[in-house]
């Protein structure tokens, strides 16, 4: 039926529960950040306010606090390849040790972190190679899309919506198994490796993608009763925000909803994609029929080939993590 183990993904959360806490330390600071940006700027617009009716002070406070919540979400923006090399690389580098049997060192963080520098250097490298395989995910995404719209089903345009919620899921946490492919096979070229991952979940796509709907349905639903969990502390926190604002309830449940997600939810759907990936994939090498076609719908997987060719390494390497014995 699938080609993972939810106990082992378990497992897997329980062996790196030292990166999970770390991962949740940094969303809740990230969700903390913009409920108190935000309930700064709706305060200022709440002052603000008294300078005419209350029709205006409903209008500033409501102003205030939009303008402090996009001010936070453009610092995240920002901040999103920090993210990307120290939580979410790092902890599929603690993941995949785990897989493989190897015991993990009390400094879970630290230990990562040498991995992942050592694999990829600047921060910007990681980055790079990520900006370009969503490229490709979404050039997957969008040619998969438009061959479903072009089938004669009624009522097609409704199931549609469904479908690319599935496939944003499906497909969206692809740039993380290729990321675990470059760290667990210890890929010299990163780019490279970028695009071996890519074939390799291309001439799989079947199998892979059967194990993405299932880790797809438990993603939704757990997100769903995390969010429905979410809308009484929400509410609390715009109750003491001044002024009306109402819609706030529901954005933060859902900013809530999404650090839970973040923080636990994505980390185990992860889990459980990479066994499959690793499952399925094992012993095969990169068909070139399935290279003619990727680089055929997508000129981001040709840049990954020009970088790749173009790649020089990053000179002498940190000395690797040594080490420990198989538990």
């Not at 009390?106 to 490229?135: C, E, M, P, R």
């Not at 499906?170 to 695009?195: K, Q, Y």
Request: proline share 5%.
């Amino acid at each position: 039926m699938w080609d993972f183990s939810f106990s082992k993904s378990m497992g897997l959360m329980r062996q790196t529960a030292p990166f999970l806490l770390f991962r949740m330390a940094v969303y809740f600071i990230v969700a903390v950040s913009i409920v108190l940006i935000t309930g700064t700027g709706a305060g200022i617009g709440y002052g603000v306010g008294f300078m005419g009716d209350a029709d205006f002070q409903g209008t500033t406070t409501f102003w205030g606090g939009g303008i402090g919540l996009a001010l936070t979400l453009g610092i995240i923006f920002f901040l999103r390849e920090y993210t990307l090399y120290m939580v979410k690389a790092g902890h599929i580098a603690v993941m995949i040790e785990a897989l493989d049997g190897r015991e993990l060192p009390q400094n879970q963080v630290a230990y990562a972190q040498t991995i992942v520098k050592n694999h990829f250097g600047k921060a910007s490298i990681l980055f790079g190679i990520d900006q370009l395989v969503k490229g490709v995910i979404n050039a997957i995404t969008g040619l998969l899309q438009g061959l479903m719209s072009l089938l004669p089903v009624p009522g097609l345009d409704r199931i549609m919506g469904v479908v690319r919620a599935y496939l944003k899921v499906a497909v969206g946490l692809l740039d993380e198994v290729v990321l675990a492919h470059i760290l667990r096979t210890n890929a010299e070229n990163p780019w490279h490796g970028a695009r071996e991952a890519l074939v390799l979940y291309g001439q799989n796509a079947k199998p892979m993608m059967i194990n993405a709907a299932w880790v797809t349905l438990f993603v939704y639903l757990l997100s769903f009763l995390v969010f429905l969990v979410m809308l009484a502390p929400a509410g609390l926190v715009v109750y003491l925000m001044p002024g009306a604002w109402s819609a706030g309830g529901i954005v933060f449940a859902i900013l809530f909803a999404w650090a839970v997600k973040a923080a636990l939810i994505e980390p185990f759907a992860i889990a459980c994609l990479l066994q499959a990936f690793f499952k399925v994939t094992d012993g095969q090498v990169p068909n070139p029929e399935w290279e003619e076609r990727l680089e055929g719908a997508s000129k981001k997987f040709k840049e990954l080939g020009n970088k790749a060719a173009g790649w020089a390494g990053m000179g002498p390497k940190a000395p690797q993590p040594e080490p420990t014995k198989p538990a």
